[in-house]
Protein backbone atom coordinates (compact mmCIF):
# COMPACT_ATOMS: atom_id res chain seq x y z
CA UNK A 1 0.00 0.00 0.00
CA UNK A 2 1.38 3.61 -0.96
CA UNK A 3 1.09 5.80 1.96
CA UNK A 4 1.31 9.46 2.42
CA UNK A 5 2.25 11.12 5.62
CA UNK A 6 3.37 13.33 7.84
CA UNK A 7 6.16 12.34 9.56
CA UNK A 8 8.39 13.60 12.82
CA UNK A 9 11.96 12.00 13.06
CA UNK A 10 12.72 10.67 16.52
CA UNK A 11 16.09 9.16 15.37
CA UNK A 12 18.60 8.65 13.29
CA UNK A 13 21.83 5.83 12.81
CA UNK A 14 24.19 6.05 10.36
CA UNK A 15 25.02 2.59 8.59
CA UNK A 16 27.94 2.30 7.06
CA UNK A 17 29.37 5.18 5.33
CA UNK A 18 26.12 6.81 3.41
CA UNK A 19 23.04 5.17 4.90
CA UNK A 20 21.19 6.02 8.10
CA UNK A 21 18.80 3.66 9.39
CA UNK A 22 15.87 6.45 10.70
CA UNK A 23 12.73 5.74 12.93
CA UNK A 24 9.36 8.20 12.87
CA UNK A 25 6.57 8.66 13.94
CA UNK A 26 3.64 9.01 11.23
CA UNK A 27 0.46 10.25 11.20
CA UNK A 28 -1.27 7.68 9.22
CA UNK A 29 0.36 4.36 10.35
CA UNK A 30 2.88 5.50 13.75
CA UNK A 31 6.16 4.32 14.34
CA UNK A 32 7.81 3.24 11.21
CA UNK A 33 11.53 2.31 10.11
CA UNK A 34 13.39 3.46 7.50
CA UNK A 35 16.72 2.12 5.55
CA UNK A 36 17.78 5.41 3.46
CA UNK A 37 20.02 4.92 0.88
CA UNK A 38 22.73 7.35 0.09
CA UNK A 39 21.69 9.91 2.88
CA UNK A 40 25.63 11.12 2.78
CA UNK A 41 26.19 10.73 -0.88
CA UNK A 42 26.40 13.65 -3.56
CA UNK A 43 24.25 14.08 -6.72
CA UNK A 44 20.74 13.63 -8.07
CA UNK A 45 19.90 10.03 -6.14
CA UNK A 46 21.00 11.02 -2.67
CA UNK A 47 18.57 11.50 0.04
CA UNK A 48 19.98 14.90 2.37
CA UNK A 49 21.02 13.90 5.63
CA UNK A 50 20.10 17.03 7.21
CA UNK A 51 16.06 15.71 6.66
CA UNK A 52 16.55 13.28 8.86
CA UNK A 53 17.69 15.57 12.44
CA UNK A 54 15.88 14.84 15.41
CA UNK A 55 11.91 16.03 15.64
CA UNK A 56 12.46 17.00 11.84
CA UNK A 57 8.88 17.78 10.54
CA UNK A 58 8.53 15.82 7.18
CA UNK A 59 6.21 14.77 4.55
CA UNK A 60 6.99 11.29 3.38
CA UNK A 61 5.66 8.85 1.04
CA UNK A 62 6.50 4.94 0.94
CA UNK A 63 5.03 1.93 0.05
CA UNK A 64 4.30 0.41 3.52
CA UNK A 65 4.39 -3.40 3.18
CA UNK A 66 3.40 -4.09 6.92
CA UNK A 67 6.01 -7.16 7.78
CA UNK A 68 7.37 -5.20 10.72
CA UNK A 69 10.80 -4.53 9.03
CA UNK A 70 12.70 -1.49 7.75
CA UNK A 71 10.52 0.26 4.85
CA UNK A 72 11.65 2.68 2.01
CA UNK A 73 11.30 5.85 1.34
CA UNK A 74 10.04 6.75 -2.23
CA UNK A 75 9.73 10.62 -1.74
CA UNK A 76 10.39 12.44 1.46
CA UNK A 77 10.65 16.19 2.01
CA UNK A 78 10.42 18.87 4.66
CA UNK A 79 6.70 19.63 6.37
CA UNK A 80 8.03 22.53 8.13
CA UNK A 81 11.36 24.38 8.40
CA UNK A 82 11.91 25.29 12.22
CA UNK A 83 13.39 28.64 12.53
CA UNK A 84 15.15 28.41 15.95
CA UNK A 85 14.89 24.58 17.07
CA UNK A 86 18.67 23.53 15.56
CA UNK A 87 20.05 26.99 15.93
CA UNK A 88 19.26 28.15 19.47
CA UNK A 89 21.20 25.98 22.33
CA UNK A 90 18.47 26.00 24.50
CA UNK A 91 15.52 24.89 22.04
CA UNK A 92 17.97 22.52 20.59
CA UNK A 93 19.09 20.73 24.03
CA UNK A 94 14.78 20.83 24.82
CA UNK A 95 14.57 18.96 20.88
CA UNK A 96 17.41 16.59 21.92
CA UNK A 97 15.97 15.39 24.63
CA UNK A 98 12.51 15.42 23.88
CA UNK A 99 13.51 13.23 20.91
CA UNK A 100 14.89 10.69 23.50
CA UNK A 101 12.11 10.38 25.20
CA UNK A 102 9.52 10.19 22.19
CA UNK A 103 11.78 7.23 20.85
CA UNK A 104 11.72 5.48 24.58
CA UNK A 105 7.53 5.57 24.90
CA UNK A 106 6.22 5.51 21.20
CA UNK A 107 5.88 1.42 20.48
CA UNK A 108 5.98 0.09 16.76
CA UNK A 109 3.04 -0.49 14.31
CA UNK A 110 0.53 2.49 17.27
CA UNK A 111 -1.21 4.64 15.06
CA UNK A 112 -2.37 7.44 17.59
CA UNK A 113 -2.91 10.36 14.82
CA UNK A 114 -4.46 12.84 18.22
CA UNK A 115 -0.32 11.97 19.58
CA UNK A 116 1.16 13.01 16.77
CA UNK A 117 -0.61 16.46 16.26
CA UNK A 118 -0.54 17.11 19.69
CA UNK A 119 3.08 16.65 19.24
CA UNK A 120 3.86 18.33 15.98
CA UNK A 121 1.45 21.26 17.04
CA UNK A 122 4.44 21.54 20.51
CA UNK A 123 7.04 21.15 18.54
CA UNK A 124 5.79 24.31 16.48
CA UNK A 125 5.14 26.25 19.23
CA UNK A 126 8.59 25.53 21.17
CA UNK A 127 10.18 26.82 17.36
CA UNK A 128 8.05 30.19 17.45
CA UNK A 129 8.30 30.99 21.18
CA UNK A 130 11.27 32.73 23.23
CA UNK A 131 9.98 31.76 27.12
CA UNK A 132 10.37 28.49 26.27
CA UNK A 133 12.25 27.28 29.77
CA UNK A 134 9.28 24.94 31.05
CA UNK A 135 8.53 23.60 27.44
CA UNK A 136 9.70 19.89 28.59
CA UNK A 137 8.07 19.64 32.02
CA UNK A 138 4.61 20.74 30.20
CA UNK A 139 5.08 18.17 27.05
CA UNK A 140 6.24 15.24 29.75
CA UNK A 141 3.17 16.24 32.11
CA UNK A 142 0.85 16.32 28.67
CA UNK A 143 2.11 12.89 27.43
CA UNK A 144 1.01 11.28 30.60
CA UNK A 145 -2.95 11.68 28.94
CA UNK A 146 -1.93 9.99 25.74
CA UNK A 147 -0.51 7.01 27.82
CA UNK A 148 -2.56 6.79 30.21
CA UNK A 149 -0.91 7.84 33.33
CA UNK A 150 -1.71 11.29 33.66
CA UNK A 151 -2.23 11.81 37.67
CA UNK A 152 -5.56 11.69 39.28
CA UNK A 153 -6.44 14.79 40.69
CA UNK A 154 -9.46 13.93 42.31
CA UNK A 155 -7.88 14.44 45.99
CA UNK A 156 -5.34 16.95 44.78
CA UNK A 157 -5.99 19.04 47.89
CA UNK A 158 -3.93 16.29 50.03
CA UNK A 159 -0.20 16.98 50.31
CA UNK A 160 1.49 13.64 49.03
CA UNK A 161 1.51 12.56 45.57
CA UNK A 162 1.84 8.92 45.25
CA UNK A 163 3.94 7.91 41.65
CA UNK A 164 3.36 4.75 41.96
CA UNK A 165 -0.78 4.73 42.53
CA UNK A 166 -0.86 7.90 40.50
CA UNK A 167 -2.99 9.71 42.72
CA UNK A 168 -2.71 12.19 46.06
CA UNK A 169 -2.84 11.01 49.65
CA UNK A 170 -3.08 12.29 53.10
CA UNK A 171 -0.73 10.14 53.83
CA UNK A 172 3.38 9.81 53.44
CA UNK A 173 5.38 6.84 52.41
CA UNK A 174 8.34 5.44 50.37
CA UNK A 175 6.39 5.71 47.69
CA UNK A 176 5.25 9.40 47.39
CA UNK A 177 6.47 12.68 46.43
CA UNK A 178 7.48 15.04 49.93
CA UNK A 179 4.94 17.90 50.36
CA UNK A 180 7.74 20.54 48.35
CA UNK A 181 7.91 18.31 45.63
CA UNK A 182 4.24 17.58 45.17
CA UNK A 183 3.58 21.68 46.06
CA UNK A 184 5.88 21.62 42.77
CA UNK A 185 3.93 19.21 40.82
CA UNK A 186 0.55 20.23 41.09
CA UNK A 187 1.85 23.65 40.21
CA UNK A 188 3.10 21.73 37.10
CA UNK A 189 -0.20 20.31 36.34
CA UNK A 190 -1.93 23.83 36.60
CA UNK A 191 0.83 24.58 33.59
CA UNK A 192 -0.23 25.33 30.05
CA UNK A 193 2.41 25.94 27.13
CA UNK A 194 1.28 29.82 27.23
CA UNK A 195 1.16 30.60 30.76
CA UNK A 196 4.23 32.40 32.66
CA UNK A 197 7.29 30.81 32.07
CA UNK A 198 9.13 32.00 35.24
CA UNK A 199 6.80 30.37 37.95
CA UNK A 200 9.82 27.72 38.48
CA UNK A 201 13.72 28.40 39.73
CA UNK A 202 16.46 26.52 38.22
CA UNK A 203 16.60 24.37 41.67
CA UNK A 204 12.26 24.25 40.90
CA UNK A 205 12.80 22.74 36.82
CA UNK A 206 15.76 20.33 38.03
CA UNK A 207 13.62 18.59 41.20
CA UNK A 208 10.36 18.42 38.83
CA UNK A 209 12.47 16.76 36.06
CA UNK A 210 13.51 13.95 38.22
CA UNK A 211 10.20 13.49 39.14
CA UNK A 212 8.97 13.26 36.13
CA UNK A 213 11.43 10.51 35.27
CA UNK A 214 10.90 8.91 38.41
CA UNK A 215 7.03 8.67 37.24
CA UNK A 216 7.86 7.77 33.63
CA UNK A 217 10.18 5.08 35.02
CA UNK A 218 7.27 3.76 37.41
CA UNK A 219 4.26 3.65 34.60
CA UNK A 220 5.83 2.87 31.23
CA UNK A 221 8.74 -0.08 31.27
CA UNK A 222 10.05 1.11 27.78
CA UNK A 223 11.18 4.11 28.96
CA UNK A 224 14.89 4.70 29.80
CA UNK A 225 16.63 7.65 31.28
CA UNK A 226 17.96 10.08 28.43
CA UNK A 227 21.70 10.30 28.45
CA UNK A 228 20.70 14.06 27.47
CA UNK A 229 19.10 14.83 30.86
CA UNK A 230 22.39 16.21 32.68
CA UNK A 231 22.61 18.35 29.76
CA UNK A 232 18.98 19.52 30.06
CA UNK A 233 19.74 20.24 33.75
CA UNK A 234 22.63 22.19 33.43
CA UNK A 235 21.01 24.06 30.74
CA UNK A 236 18.17 25.07 32.76
CA UNK A 237 20.49 25.54 36.55
CA UNK A 238 19.52 29.01 36.95
Same mark, same amino acid.
Given at each position: MLIKTKAIVLSALKYQEKSLVVRCLT??????? &??VRNAFAKGKSAQKN?? &?????NLDIEFLHKNKGGMEYLKEVRVGFIYQ????DFVKNSIAIFISEVLHNIVSEQERDEQL &?????VALLWLDTHQETANFHLILMKELTKYFGFYPDTTEDKQYFFNWVEGEFSATFDNRCFDAEETYLFKKLLDLGFEDNQHVFTGRDRKVLLDLLIRYFEEHLSSFKKPKSLEVLKEVFSN
Open positions: REVGVQT &FFVY &FQPLTDIYY &FDFIE
